[in-house]
């Protein structure tokens, strides 16, 4: 009988290539993290966004008189209410706090618009 000596070699060194993390991975990762302060997110949601700033946004639209009119304050409505949707339903928080940062640029946006 006969037998094959099989000769294998097997790498144990293990190379990770980390590349360079980029604004939107981080900024995920740090909402992931954010889990165990969920309820806080939403908490913050929805007072500052409900009860401070789509306030602000429509009274500066309306004081200004500018030319974005119900289109400026529908858009603001859209926006709160994107915010309120994504909390009620109960989404993880790397969902919430994007949304809700997203509506606060566009608020931002239609403030500085109606003022200019």
Partial sequence: MTS???????ST????????A???STSIA?????EDSRL???????????????PLTVLTILITGSGLG????????VAMTA??????????????????ALSLVADIALIIAAII
């Fill in 4 to 10: 094959a000596t099989l000769d294998q070699t097997i």
């Fill in 13 to 20: 060194s293990y190379k990770k290539n980390i590349s360079g």
């Fill in 22 to 24: 980029n604004l939107i």
């Fill in 30 to 34: 740090w909402c992931t993290a954010q």
């Fill in 40 to 54: 806080l997110w939403v908490g913050l949601g929805l007072t500052i966004h409900g009860c401070i700033i789509t």
């Fill in 70 to 77: 119900l289109l400026g304050i529908a858009i603001a409505i």
């Fill in 83 to 100: 915010v309120l949707v994504v909390n009620l339903a109960a989404l993880p928080t790397k969902i919430t706090i994007p949304v809700f």
